[in-house]
């Protein structure tokens, strides 16, 4: 019984006129057409029903069958016609949809929601012309309607007929008064037009309606007049911003982008270290002023020092903000500074050791500080706050080795390496790093495997050739292939002296001693300070060659230089050659 009630109230709404129609029509017919047309009203009034049911139901295809039926039985039945209308235009049948919005129109020019419904139809279809014909009837019909008016003024818009608009936008003003909503519009259009003076007007308008607002329509002018290239007229209003508001927290920020534009650096600057040294901006404003103010270049190359000085005043301003920290212990990292770096990271996590990246930033710090025992320390630390992610396994693995605990080192690479998804170069890291591990266990088949691995991954890595060559020498086994690895090493990095050093210690082992003696004192040259391991490298093949007392001296210096192998001392004494 709902839904009956239901359709019943919806005929009685779309349905308005049908029984005018068909009186007027009755007085031009004979008494005995009567009962014809009753029985004819009758059946589209079922229909009608009917096809409504359908609608409502969601049945598009039923209800569209049935309204049709209608109009063949009643061609100017304009309520079928609208429900055809939206059907078709819910359908994206914006064609049909108009068809038959336009020919309910035209039998019921009065009524307003066939002419809403063209609006609707014309706007999607992007028939300019039609829809404002559409908004203009609807007005002329209802003056004072605001909707009738802002879809009018939206009409002339997309007409580009921007002074109709401004005039319609003028009578929507006329009833509600003035508003932002509107200055605001037709602000725009002064400037599309480029009347810049009626365009301030508009604001200015705004500034005297509501005072309480004047900073922001200030800022609104100063922009405006910014973009238009009119420095001098932005300035004055900046002006009267700083006048009136001397406490605006975002007004140093806005100058600062202000001066930059007119190409004055240092005022720029200046007023962007006041807006950073206000602790009432918050630090997510300076941080994207910072990002936007700078390119990548300019950050870590051009203006570092400025960017370092901008981080500072962040962290002396926001002391208790982790973000504040690790914006500059990043800007440190990459400086190099690794010490000061990772206090910066420390203060982070001390805060909030839920950062990830942080974590990882540290543990660079560190690696780089070459101080294993914190990243023994941080790096097991990490691995039990985020058990899932590989790379602390990696950098405690690092911290195990450089500790000579090889086991342990090698459970971590093995551990770390099964959580490697989709990254290639981390997992030539791990197995390079399980190489070396398992080398130095004495592991030589696995040592070689690991390698192996990371050479099916990147066969163009120099820093594995160079490892996996370099073992493979000190071991004597499968020399033709570790000469094949060193030459390739030292053609991919020819600037390394380690791979120099590496392919001429390949030679030397395989008896090539003047071909090793050429490479090794190449390595030597590319290197800043005396090494002792190329000292006895050279030492060695010297003695080779017989140069005894040049091996001897090459030998001493080796000493001098540092640790060399473990036979550097007994070669001296007794002027002979050990491996």
């Given at each position: 019984m709902k839904n009956l009630i239901t359709i019943l109230l919806l005929l009685a709404i779309l349905w308005p006129n049908v029984g005018f129609s068909q009186k007027r029509e009755r007085k031009k017919k004979h008494k005995t057409d009567e009962s014809s047309v009753s029985a004819n009203n009758s059946e589209v009034t079922n229909l009608f029903i009917d096809a409504t049911k359908y609608r409502l139901l969601g049945e598009s295809e039923k209800a569209i069958s049935q309204y049709e039926s209608i109009l063949s039985k009643n061609p100017r039945h304009s309520a079928s016609m609208y429900e055809l209308a939206q059907l078709y235009f819910e359908a994206g049948d914006l064609s049909s949809a108009a068809r038959f919005g336009e020919q309910a129109a035209e039998i019921e020019p009065e009524n307003k929601w066939y002419k809403l419904l063209l609006v609707e139809i014309y706007g999607k279809a992007g028939q300019k012309k039609e829809l404002l014909e559409t908004c203009e009837k609807l007005v002329e019909q209802d003056p004072g309607n605001l909707d009738y008016l802002y879809e009018l003024s939206n009409a002339y818009l997309m007409n580009d007929d921007g002074n109709n608009a401004i005039k319609t936008y003028n009578k929507i003003e006329e009833l509600l008064g003035v508003t932002e909503e509107i200055s605001l519009q037709k602000q725009k259009i002064f400037l599309i037009e480029n009347k810049m003076d009626q365009a301030a007007a508009e604001i200015n308008k705004l500034i005297v309606e509501f005072p309480d607002q004047k900073t922001r329509y200030l800022s609104m002018l100063a922009e405006m007049y910014m973009k238009a290239g009119k420095f001098d007229e932005a300035?004055?209003?900046?002006?009267?911003?700083?006048?009136?508001?001397?406490?605006?927290?975002?007004?140093?920020?806005?100058?600062?982008?202000?001066?930059?534009?007119?190409?004055?650096?240092?005022?720029?600057?200046?007023?962007?270290?006041?807006?950073?040294?206000?602790?009432?901006?918050?630090?997510?404003?300076?941080?994207?002023?910072?990002?936007?103010?700078?390119?990548?270049?300019?950050?870590?190359?051009?203006?570092?020092?400025?960017?370092?000085?901008?981080?500072?005043?962040?962290?002396?301003?926001?002391?208790?903000?982790?973000?504040?920290?690790?914006?500059?212990?990043?800007?440190?990292?990459?400086?190099?500074?690794?010490?000061?770096?990772?206090?910066?990271?420390?203060?982070?996590?001390?805060?909030?050791?839920?950062?990830?990246?942080?974590?990882?930033?540290?543990?660079?710090?560190?690696?780089?500080?070459?101080?294993?025992?914190?990243?023994?320390?941080?790096?097991?630390?990490?691995?039990?706050?985020?058990?899932?992610?590989?790379?602390?396994?990696?950098?405690?693995?690092?911290?195990?080795?450089?500790?000579?605990?090889?086991?342990?080192?090698?459970?971590?690479?093995?551990?770390?390496?099964?959580?490697?998804?989709?990254?290639?170069?981390?997992?030539?890291?791990?197995?390079?790093?399980?190489?070396?591990?398992?080398?130095?266990?004495?592991?030589?088949?696995?040592?070689?495997?690991?390698?192996?691995?990371?050479?099916?991954?990147?066969?163009?890595?120099?820093?594995?050739?160079?490892?996996?060559?370099?073992?493979?020498?000190?071991?004597?086994?499968?020399?033709t292939k570790a000469e094949t690895m060193s030459a390739k090493a030292v053609k991919l990095d020819p600037e390394n002296a380690a791979n120099m050093d590496t392919y001429g210690w390949v030679l030397y082992k395989l008896g090539r001693y003047q071909e090793a003696e050429t490479w090794v004192e190449k390595a030597v040259a590319a290197t800043p300070k005396s090494d002792p391991d190329l000292m006895e490298h050279l030492g060695d093949i010297n003695f080779k060659l017989g140069k005894t007392d040049k091996a001897m001296e090459l030998w001493q210096e080796a000493l001098k230089a540092g640790k060399g192998s473990e036979f550097l001392d007994k070669k001296i004494k007794e002027k002979k050659m050990y491996e």
């Open positions: 300035d004055t209003y900046y002006q009267q911003i700083l006048a009136s508001d001397p406490e605006n927290q975002y007004i140093h920020i806005t100058l600062a982008d202000y001066y930059r534009q007119r190409g004055d650096k240092k005022r720029s600057f200046d007023e962007l270290k006041i807006g950073f040294n206000s602790p009432a901006l918050d630090i997510d404003t300076k941080i994207r002023v910072l990002l936007s103010y700078f390119t990548v270049d300019e950050m870590y190359n051009q203006n570092k020092a400025d960017v370092f000085e901008l981080a500072e005043i962040l962290v002396k301003t926001h002391p208790n903000d982790p973000k504040a920290h690790s914006m500059y212990g990043d800007f440190l990292l990459d400086d190099k500074k690794y010490s000061e770096a990772r206090t910066e990271f420390r203060e982070v996590i001390a805060v909030d050791s839920s950062r990830y990246a942080v974590w990882e930033s540290l543990l660079n710090a560190e690696i780089q500080l070459a101080d294993y025992n914190a990243l023994a320390q941080e790096s097991n630390r990490a691995i039990e706050l985020f058990p899932l992610l590989p790379v602390p396994y990696l950098f405690y693995g690092i911290a195990l080795l450089e500790q000579k605990q090889n086991d342990e080192a090698i459970k971590s690479f093995n551990t770390g390496v099964k959580l490697v998804s989709g990254n290639n170069l981390l997992l030539v890291q791990f197995y390079t790093y399980l190489g070396d591990a398992h080398n130095r266990a004495k592991n030589f088949r696995l040592s070689d495997e690991s390698y192996e691995k990371a050479l099916i991954i990147d066969p163009e890595n120099s820093f594995v050739l160079n490892n996996y060559s370099y073992y493979l020498s000190l071991r004597n086994e499968n020399l």
